[in-house]
């Protein structure tokens, strides 16, 4: 059941933070895949300290010995122009971003320092933005691109201690869905992915016993699917993977009350029917906003005893 070995000969991948945890896996698969391959590491600790260009070598030494291309690149992805500049001189373009590169600043909101928040949102926020701008023209250009933003079920749901992290997490899902929408008519496909893996990053947060059952490995084949060729349709999702498990996650809007907008749609109205509005039992799923103009419509048809 091993399904067809969807190959990237020819493609030029670039993945941020790739000289660990998930990026580290990514990055060993698509060279293993045919893939040329931008390793880029900033080399920090996970907490964003420091730098060095030992990890990404360690990645680009083991792909160029089991015979793969790759290159690397140390830039932070707050400077993404450099790190696609890099693709581009070594490989001619690039196809596919893997925007992965992370760092936590955990702590609660009530002792977050700005310089918490800052950092969090330079790196994941401002780099994945970096990276994905600096790639455009050439997605563009050729007619062809992928995008995988890492988002985190942290963003998606909240998480005790990592407002910053949460945010930023959050607000990549809105870069990805807005992106598939820009992108789609030049064939550049932007989806989002919430992974749960063994890192240095969760290793002190979840146990040994369930971290020995959560490798990267189990998250390379969703990202390597979802930016493979063979993907033309799946664009602006939000994927959700670990521990083998693969699920797609999308908005869901309950079908809602309506008022008539006139001086009696009071706060005391919409408590009235508040159980309306959060009655999820006959729910739609949304890409985009509802139509307001037709609800008003409607809403301006309610009688006087309606509300
Ligand atoms: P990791 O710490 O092993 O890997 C992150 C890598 O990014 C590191 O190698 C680090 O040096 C690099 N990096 C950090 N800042 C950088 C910068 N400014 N520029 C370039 N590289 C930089 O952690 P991981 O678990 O593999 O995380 C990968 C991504 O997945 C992150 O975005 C993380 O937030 C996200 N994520 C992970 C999990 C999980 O369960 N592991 C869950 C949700 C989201």
Same mark, same amino acid.
């Given at each position: 059941?091993?399904?067809?070995?969807?190959?990237?000969?020819? /493609?030029?991948?670039? *993945?941020?933070?790739?000289?660990?945890?998930?990026?580290?896996?990514?990055?060993?698969?698509? %060279?293993? !895949?045919?893939?040329?391959?931008?390793?880029?590491?900033?080399?920090?600790? @996970?907490?964003?300290?420091?730098?060095?260009?030992?990890?990404?070598?360690?990645?680009?030494?083991?792909?160029?010995?089991?015979?793969?291309? %790759?290159?690397?690149?140390?830039?932070?992805?707050?400077?993404?122009? /450099?790190?696609?500049?890099?693709?581009?001189?070594?490989?001619?373009?690039?196809?596919?971003?893997?925007?992965?590169?992370?760092?936590?600043?955990?702590?609660? @909101?009530?002792?977050? #320092?700005?310089?918490? =928040?800052?950092?969090? $949102?330079?790196?994941?926020?401002?780099?994945?933005?970096?990276?994905?701008?600096?790639? =455009?023209?050439?997605? !563009? /250009?050729?007619?062809?691109? !992928?995008?995988?933003?890492?988002?985190?079920?942290?963003? +998606?749901?909240?998480?005790?201690?990592?407002?910053?992290?949460?945010?930023?997490?959050?607000?990549?899902?809105? +870069?990805?869905?807005?992106?598939?929408?820009?992108?789609?008519?030049?064939?550049?496909?932007?989806?989002?992915?919430?992974?749960?893996?063994?890192?240095? $990053?969760?290793?002190?947060?979840?146990?040994?016993?369930? +971290?020995?059952?959560? /490798?990267?490995? =189990?998250?390379?084949?969703?990202?390597?699917?979802? *930016?493979?060729?063979?993907?033309?349709?799946?664009?602006?999702?939000?994927?959700?993977?670990?521990?083998?498990?693969?699920? #797609? +996650?999308?908005?869901?809007?309950?079908?809602?009350?309506?008022?008539?907008?006139?001086?009696?749609?009071?706060?005391?109205?919409?408590?009235?029917?508040?159980?309306?509005?959060?009655?999820?039992?006959?729910?739609?799923?949304?890409?985009?906003?509802?139509? @307001? $103009?037709?609800?008003?419509?409607?809403? $301006?048809?309610?009688?006087?005893?309606?509300?």
């Amino acid at each position: 059941m091993a399904g067809p070995e969807l190959r990237f000969d020819d /493609k030029v991948v670039v *993945v941020t933070g790739a000289g660990g945890g998930l990026g580290k896996a990514y990055a060993l698969f698509f %060279a293993s !895949r045919g893939a040329s391959v931008v390793v880029n590491d900033l080399g920090g600790s @996970f907490k964003g300290e420091g730098a060095s260009t030992k990890a990404a070598d360690v990645v680009v030494d083991e792909i160029r010995a089991a015979g793969g291309k %790759a290159v690397a690149n140390y830039d932070s992805v707050e400077h993404g122009d /450099k790190i696609i500049e890099t693709a581009v001189k070594a490989f001619g373009t690039v196809h596919v971003l893997i925007n992965n590169a992370g760092i936590l600043r955990d702590i609660s @909101f009530k002792n977050m #320092k700005d310089a918490d =928040w800052d950092l969090i $949102m330079k790196v994941h926020v401002d780099g994945s933005y970096k990276c994905a701008k600096a790639a =455009w023209p050439h997605f !563009r /250009k050729q007619k062809y691109g !992928r995008i995988i933003n890492t988002s985190s079920a942290a963003g +998606l749901f909240g998480s005790f201690g990592q407002c910053n992290y949460s945010a930023a997490k959050l607000g990549l899902v809105g +870069l990805s869905e807005t992106l598939a929408k820009e992108g789609a008519k030049y064939n550049i496909l932007c989806n989002a992915i919430a992974p749960v893996a063994a890192s240095r $990053m969760t290793q002190t947060v979840m146990p040994e016993e369930v +971290l020995a059952n959560l /490798k990267p490995d =189990w998250i390379v084949p969703v990202v390597a699917y979802l *930016v493979h060729e063979s993907n033309q349709h799946e664009n602006g999702g939000i994927f959700e993977a670990g521990a083998g498990h693969v699920a #797609k +996650l999308r908005w869901e809007r309950s079908k809602g009350a309506l008022y008539k907008p006139d001086s009696t749609m009071t706060p005391g109205a919409i408590l009235k029917k508040w159980d309306q509005v959060r009655d999820f039992s006959s729910p739609s799923y949304p890409d985009g906003p509802a139509d @307001f $103009m037709g609800l008003l419509e409607q809403a $301006m048809a309610l009688g006087p005893n309606d509300q």
